[in-house]
């Protein structure tokens, strides 16, 4: 059974940076796309972007700028890196394994909450 | 970007009722539209793809419909572990964008 499970600093400071890692356990990331969602507390749902395994990616254009997605050469975990954080980036961070046929998310990681505070 | 409108934002009803969500989407998507389930505390599940497809061990009393810009989710015979929030999400178009959410409460 396909697995998983976010890892990180559970609380960041404004204008310094947010990474995520996300270990993928049970099945193959190979012709999937490795994604990441977030969801502010009491609201809902925002994609991030995606690795797909080219190495390509594909970003939301409102994080763009500050947003980095990677696959780790063991190619069973990928990473998040949020530049120049402030509180809106505050949230659950969610890892998903979306595909290999369409752009939906079918497994999950459990989630982990990012606060970003002085 | 393809703005997505659930309604209703949230909508309580009784054990073994029946209850459908409406999804709209600013432009056509074909039938580019998943439905997520989500209870509190946890991560969402995919439901549904390509509109009214049922993933794999999703109960038969969920069902989806529509296409273009008009899609339903229905519940039928409501069960205590329906009652959680619905999410409608295209993927046609980047970026990926999800529906309001709809809750559902128990009457």
């Known amino acids: 059974q396909v697995q998983l499970q976010e890892s990180g600093p559970g609380l960041v400071k404004p204008s310094e940076t947010l990474s995520l890692t996300c270990i993928v356990s049970?099945?193959?990331?190979?012709?999937?796309?490795l994604s990441w969602f977030r969801q502010p507390p009491g609201k809902g749902l925002e994609w991030i972007g995606y690795v797909y395994n080219t190495g390509s990616t594909n970003y939301n254009p409102s994080l763009t700028n500050r947003v980095t997605i990677s696959e780790a050469s063991s190619k069973n975990q990928f990473s998040l890196t949020l530049n120049s954080v402030t509180t809106a980036d505050t949230a659950v961070y969610y890892c998903?394994?979306?595909?290999?046929?369409?752009?939906?998310?079918?497994?999950w990681g459990q989630g982990t909450l990012v606060t970003v505070s002085s | 970007d393809i703005q997505m409108t659930q309604s209703p934002s949230s909508l309580s009803a009784s054990l073994g009722g029946r209850v459908t969500i409406t999804c709209r989407a600013s432009q056509g998507i074909s039938t580019y539209l998943a439905w997520f389930q989500q209870e509190p505390g946890k991560a969402p599940k995919s439901l549904i793809y390509g509109a009214s497809n049922l993933q794999s061990g999703v109960p038969s009393r969920f069902s989806g419909s529509g296409s273009g810009t008009y899609f339903t989710l229905t519940i039928s015979s409501l069960q205590p572990e329906d009652f959680a929030t619905y999410y409608c999400q295209q993927y046609v178009n980047y970026p990926l964008t999800f529906g309001g959410g709809t809750k559902l409460e128990i009457k």
């Open positions: 049970g099945g193959s990331t190979s012709n999937y796309y």
């Open positions: 998903a394994r979306c595909g290999p046929l369409r752009l939906v998310a079918d497994h």
